[in-house]
């Protein structure tokens, strides 16, 4: 009989135990942590070892499991044994990073047709169809990559355009950047980094803010670089910047010494988006400038 490990936060115990008992009444048997650990046991070791003895984990997703950081290493260890690893979404929620591209079933309010999908799903995988399978082990990273960022980015405000625009920013980037870097966990985006006497310089960022995915260029450290030593070369990066934006979310000219944020959404127009590159490039221009007078 399969086996499920269900992954959840105790705050949702009443959830997870709609879920198990649908499961059983679909043949399916199922690994819990408040029926299958018994007092006095090291838990930890226990949890390993109901995921090593499944044949599959279903994640109850909902706010306090989606901030959870036992749910999350559960996930993840479940992918390290190649498990299969499928999503009960019961809350409306951002999904997580490491879980955006596992396609959810969607039990909000107990919802029949999520419950049956998930069951139908659970058992295309664990069959002998070896692609549903394949499909079932998706690549989960707490950390941002090319294959997570994007669709996590998509879900947010704004996300269909931000999308659009910060994927034409990273793949414009990797062909004049020495580095495009993914990073961060509470923050995640991508970096363009040149190099500049055996170093990396970071000229723009591309966040996921919760709020607005927004694109970020650093003047506070370019400040330690030529030209950008000098304020006023600074500053003119800054006015640039100015005229992509609506006047009334206009940057103050403190922020020439700290680090100017704009939402991506101000740069969906194709000419907007195309002097944003010309602002990138002015600056990669500038600092090799500098570096070939020394």
């Given at each position: 009989m399969t086996k499920v490990f269900i992954s959840h936060s105790n705050q949702d115990s009443d959830e997870t135990l709609f879920i198990a008992d649908s499961l059983r009444r679909a043949a399916i048997d199922v690994w819990v942590d408040f029926e299958n650990i018994r007092g006095g046991v090291d838990w930890l070791c226990e949890i390993q070892a109901g995921i090593q003895r499944c044949d599959a984990v279903v994640v109850v997703l909902s706010k306090a499991s989606a901030s959870s950081v036992w749910v999350e290493?559960?996930?993840?260890?479940?992918w390290q044994l190649r498990k299969p690893v499928f999503t009960a979404l019961v809350a409306d929620i951002l999904i997580p990073l490491?879980?955006?591209?596992?396609?959810?079933?969607?039990?909000?309010?107990?919802?029949?047709?999520g419950l049956s999908k998930l069951v139908d799903s659970i058992q295309a995988a664990?069959?002998?169809?070896?692609?549903?399978?394949?499909?079932?082990?998706?690549?989960?990273?707490?950390?941002?990559?090319?294959?997570?960022?994007?669709p996590f980015v998509e879900q947010l405000n704004d996300g269909d355009v931000a999308t659009l625009?910060?994927?034409?920013?990273?793949?414009?980037?990797?062909?004049l950047a020495h580095e495009v870097a993914f990073g961060g966990v509470s923050k995640p985006g991508f970096h363009a980094r040149v190099?500049?006497?055996?170093q990396l310089v970071t000229v723009f960022s591309v966040y996921a803010y919760r709020r607005r995915p927004s694109a970020q260029i650093p003047l506070d450290r370019l400040a330690a670089h030529k030209p950008f030593k000098r304020r006023k070369a600074r500053a003119a990066i800054l006015r640039d910047l100015n005229r992509l934006l609506p006047k009334q979310q206009r940057f103050k000219a403190d922020k020439a010494n700290r680090r100017p944020t704009l939402a991506l959404v101000h740069l969906s127009s194709a000419d907007k988006l195309e002097a944003f590159k010309s602002i990138v490039l002015e600056i990669i221009g500038e600092l090799r400038a500098a570096e070939g007078t020394r």
């Open positions: 290493r559960e996930c993840l260890y479940a490491h879980l955006i591209n596992i396609q959810y079933c969607d039990l909000r309010g107990r919802n029949a047709d664990l069959r002998s169809d070896e692609g549903a399978k394949a499909n079932a082990i998706a690549s989960l990273s707490r950390q941002p990559d090319e294959d997570n960022f994007f625009v910060a994927r034409d920013l990273f793949h414009w980037s990797r062909n190099k500049l006497n055996r």
